[in-house]
């Protein structure tokens, strides 16, 4: 507020939960005034959106965020962190004191260094994993003692499938498994009308069918079948007048 006054809007943190106090009762005659003179009233909805999400931890409202983790994810490759931190007033916090450590699979605590980018309030950090497995960066900060808030984010490593790294169809290796596995391998460019009976010509050669029995059954005859329809029509016309439809 002006020098001598009292606040219009105070918040304050209790523990892990937060708090807000808006110190008028005419709080809805900015609403008002804004339709009043034809305006939109967004500021006064965004206020109100942004102090509940504000209250509720939203994690775009946490103070330290780590942002992105990037690279390839493979073990002996490195990875790529990139953390944001703002004061109490959201302002990027360019000079805070920023801990990292990485969790490993079994445990470990692995401390990592992190330095500040060109635009403020950013910072980077990277980390060689040596093994497979579930890992959690920890970012913690803190300005002129003052601690500012902390995040967390798993990330998995594992080595990449060879099979992800090249799409195209391989025409010899499906060739090979057709024929190790009795079966028969048509390239799109040679398929036709024939094809499909050939293919149904071999695998009768190779499992024969028979046909045991042959019975043939009316749909109107079974009377779970003509419960559900009637059921459903039934269903349909009760809806129908519920909504005043009919």
Known sequence: GASGGSPLLAVGRHGKGRT??????????????????????QNHLKLVRQAVRWLAQEPSFEQVQIKSIGGSRAPGEKVDFKIRVVKDDFSPASHAALRLRVIGPEGEQIPVEAAPEAEEGEYSADFTPTREGSYRLEAEASLAGKPLGRDRKSFPVAFPFGETEDGRPRPELLKKIADRSRGEFIPLSDWNESSLKRLTDKLEAVAPSQAVERRQVALWSTLWTFSLILLLLGGEWWLRRKWGLI
């Open 20 to 41: 807000l106090a808006l110190a008028s009762d005419d709080f809805w005659r900015w609403n008002f005034g804004a339709v009043g003179a034809k305006e939109s009233p």
